[in-house]
């Protein structure tokens, strides 16, 4: 597809509808976003012990997280290099000392190096040579993580995971300082919800806030009304009625839009987060006994609500998860949900980490079945001739440049879907691509 017919794509104010329906342009992310930025895989603490993997796709890619034998972990294309069948099942376990192929036996070392094929004596005069790399598994390019969190690059060049990340490492910081040793590990398995919609869809859901109390009108009505009659609102209850505060609230929350299309969504600071209930109160003693009360504030305070890591998904710092978000075709995407648990922080932490998943997020959850179905009705309105373009124009013109990135002077801005397509277009067009395509 030329340059010049995909920049047409995506105008300041809007973008055409063909970038959630049109197979080839999924097919082009693939390569060129999902090929060459750095992508989340997994947590360091889903492979704990040498052998334990977990596999995952990137893009279109199935991978296989691992740790190898010197205790690093890598990320390898889950192919044999015999047959080309997938070495482990989808899932996470551990292969012990080595990778063997279920089909032929074909052994690898956990780092993917070849190891043995049965029957050396077949290939005497043959090319086949155990020490060249067409006769591995094939690393990912490249491999970062940073506390704890493991990404991959499909691209041998571009930046480092640091700067690509930019200001959102700011929440990986703040999920992990929730625990007083600085550390976080995934705890039980994930939630998976498959959405019939395009994989960007979810990036600009979740910095949305004119939909909330719209979308969400059925699950924060029944909380107010059950709070009301009980005498109380339990936190059950509470993040559930979030949603349905005025436009004025959500006029106040800041939009933050870093480079990369990556982002969040802040409340301003809140020192009374650290006391405002018994879970909070019990967390804050235990954070304070580490970092003293002042530290212990400033970390329980930040406002923090979704954040945006572009092409890998949205991790919670108050409620400790991470919803990665994997692309399957044009309009299917799996959505898993990882939830972490703060290391040496109070079980009641964990408690209401999954209360809040299971409430908000889950396939069970009141609250993100609104949001689902919403997508898909993008997805199949999109799909008919009713008119080609989607509308971003909300505060267009009024967002401020900082030295990296935007920020909002309202929380109601479509400042993160612009910013998002700016980066998207930035990886469709970048120099070369069209040259590699036709080639
Ligand atoms: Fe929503």
Same mark, same amino acid.
């Given at each position: 597809?030329?340059?010049? %017919?995909?920049?047409?794509?995506?105008?300041?104010d @809007?973008?055409?509808?063909?970038?959630?329906?049109?197979?080839?342009?999924?097919?082009?992310?693939?390569?060129?976003?999902?090929?060459?930025?750095?992508?989340?895989?997994?947590?360091?603490?889903?492979?704990?012990?040498?052998?334990?993997?977990?596999?995952?796709?990137?893009?279109?890619?199935?991978?296989?997280?691992?740790?190898?034998?010197?205790?690093?972990?890598?990320?390898?294309?889950?192919?044999?290099?015999?047959?080309?069948?997938?070495?482990?099942?989808?899932?996470?376990?551990?292969?012990?000392?080595?990778?063997?192929?279920?089909?032929h036996?074909?052994?690898?070392?956990?780092?993917?190096?070849?190891?043995?094929?049965?029957?050396?004596?077949?290939?005497e005069?043959?090319?086949?040579?155990?020490?060249h790399?067409?006769?591995?598994?094939? *690393?990912?390019?490249?491999?970062? @993580?940073?506390?704890?969190?493991?990404?991959?690059?499909?691209?041998?060049?571009?930046?480092?995971?640091?700067?690509?990340?930019?200001?959102?490492?700011?929440?990986?910081?703040?999920?992990?300082?929730?625990?007083?040793?600085? %550390?976080?590990?995934? *705890?039980g398995?994930?939630?998976?919800?498959?959405?019939?919609?395009?994989?960007?869809?979810?990036?600009?859901?979740? @910095?949305?806030?004119?939909? *909330?109390?719209?979308?969400?009108?059925?699950?924060?009505?029944?909380?107010?009304?059950?709070?009301?009659?009980?005498?109380?609102?339990?936190?059950?209850?509470?993040?559930?009625?979030?949603?349905?505060?005025?436009?004025?609230?959500?006029?106040?929350?800041?939009?933050?839009?870093?480079?990369?299309?990556?982002?969040?969504?802040?409340?301003?600071?809140?020192p009374g987060?650290a006391?405002?209930?018994?879970?909070?109160?019990?967390?804050?003693?235990?954070?304070?006994?580490?970092?003293? %009360?002042?530290?212990?504030?400033?970390i329980?305070?930040?406002?923090?609500?979704?954040?945006?890591?572009?092409?890998?998904?949205?991790?919670?710092?108050?409620?400790q998860?991470?919803?990665?978000?994997?692309?399957?075709?044009?309009?299917?995407?799996?959505?898993?949900?990882?939830?972490?648990?703060?290391?040496?922080?109070? *079980?009641?932490?964990?408690?209401?980490?999954?209360? $809040?998943?299971?409430?908000?997020?889950?396939?069970?959850?009141?609250?993100?079945?609104?949001?689902?179905?919403?997508?898909?009705r993008c997805?199949?309105?999109?799909?008919?001739?009713?008119?080609?373009?989607?509308?971003?124009?909300? $505060?267009?013109?009024?967002?401020?440049?900082?030295?990296?990135?935007?920020?909002?002077?309202?929380?109601?801005?479509?400042?993160?879907?612009?910013?998002?397509?700016?980066?998207?277009?930035?990886?469709?067009?970048?120099?070369?691509?069209?040259?590699?395509?036709?080639?």
């Open positions: 597809m030329p340059h010049d %017919e995909l920049s047409r794509l995506v105008r300041e @809007s973008v055409h509808k063909r970038v959630y329906t049109d197979p080839a342009i999924f097919e082009l992310e693939m390569e060129r976003i999902y090929g060459q930025a750095w992508i989340y895989v997994g947590h360091e603490s889903q492979v704990k012990a040498p052998g334990d993997y977990d596999t995952t796709r990137i893009g279109d890619q199935d991978v296989i997280m691992v740790r190898a034998a010197d205790g690093s972990v890598k990320v390898l294309y889950n192919r044999c290099a015999h047959k080309g069948a997938k070495l482990v099942a989808e899932g996470s376990g551990c292969v012990g000392k080595f990778f063997r192929c279920p089909y036996a074909w052994t690898y070392q956990l780092d993917g190096t070849h190891l043995s094929a049965p029957l050396r004596s077949g290939f005069g043959t090319c086949y040579d155990p020490t790399p067409d006769f591995s598994m094939r *690393a990912l390019a490249r491999v970062e @993580s940073y506390r704890g969190f493991v990404f991959a690059s499909q691209s041998a060049q571009g930046i480092d995971l640091r700067t690509f990340l930019g200001g959102v490492v700011s929440s990986i910081d703040n999920l992990c300082d929730r625990s007083p040793v600085g %550390e976080v590990e995934v *705890a398995g994930s939630f998976r919800v498959l959405q019939q919609s395009n994989w960007k869809v979810f990036y600009e859901n979740l @910095s949305d806030t004119m939909h *909330a109390r719209v979308t969400h009108e059925s699950s924060f009505t029944a909380a107010r009304e059950q709070s009301r009659e009980i005498g109380e609102m339990p936190f059950e209850l509470l993040i559930m009625d979030g949603n349905g505060e005025p436009y004025a609230f959500w006029e106040k929350l800041e939009l933050r839009a870093y480079h990369h299309g990556h982002g969040y969504m802040e409340g301003i600071f809140d987060a006391t405002r209930d018994p879970v909070a109160a019990e967390h804050f003693a235990n954070l304070s006994a580490a970092h003293g %009360e002042d530290r212990a504030r400033a329980l305070g930040m406002n923090r609500h979704n954040t945006i890591i572009y092409g890998s998904g949205s991790p919670h710092t108050v409620y998860q991470f919803r990665v978000i994997r692309p399957l075709t044009v309009d299917r995407t799996m959505i898993e949900i990882q939830l972490f648990r703060c290391k040496d922080a109070p *079980a009641a932490v964990f408690d209401r980490a999954l209360t $809040y998943a299971n409430l908000i997020n889950s396939p069970s959850s009141n609250v993100m079945p609104d949001d689902v179905e919403l997508y898909r997805q199949e309105g999109n799909g008919t001739r009713g008119g080609d373009w989607v509308s971003l124009h909300r $505060y267009l013109g009024t967002d401020r440049a900082l030295d990296d990135g935007w920020v909002s002077t309202n929380g109601t801005s479509e400042l993160p879907m612009r910013n998002q397509f700016a980066a998207w277009k930035a990886y469709m067009l970048a120099p070369g691509t069209e040259a590699r395509h036709a080639a």
